[in-house]
């Protein structure tokens, strides 16, 4: 399996290498299961509950719905969901409205969430950062 750089992975995420023929005669004979890699290249966002399945390659910069079943190869820059998942768009360079959390003052804080007013209604994404994780 592998899994590139600033790829989020909602919670509940179900990546299943294995599998196994549906002939029980062909299972037997063979010895039961087996394994095909998966690959979610760089700057995907898989959304909660998502199921991919073996063998399966999710291009880079690709959000996954939440609860999509991924079953088949996904470009890269799209937007899938669905069972199974289907492009819904295509997603341009720049997509999406990610905000940064300001403290009072206006300057951005990181990691710095409590004390903090929340007047809009907005929907925010938080952006966090944590560090060179490199050596993990």
């Not at 063998?55 to 890269?76: E, L």
């Amino acid at each position: 399996m592998f899994i590139g750089n600033r790829v989020l992975i909602g919670p509940n995420v179900i990546i299943c290498t294995g599998t196994h023929d549906v002939d029980p005669v062909i299972r037997q004979e063979a010895g039961g299961s087996f394994a095909y890699p998966i690959r979610i290249e760089d700057d995907c966002w898989i959304g909660a509950g998502v199921t991919i399945c073996p063998g399966v390659r999710i291009g880079k910069g690709t959000t996954v719905a939440a609860g999509a079943v991924v079953t088949k190869d996904v470009d890269g820059g799209c937007l899938v969901g669905g069972v199974p998942a289907k492009i819904i768009r295509r997603l341009k360079s720049g997509d999406g409205d990610v905000k940064r959390l300001k403290n009072g003052d206006g300057e951005q804080k990181s990691g710095d969430l409590i004390g903090m007013s929340w007047t809009s209604r907005e929907p925010v994404m938080l952006e966090l950062d944590f560090g060179n994780t490199s050596g993990i």
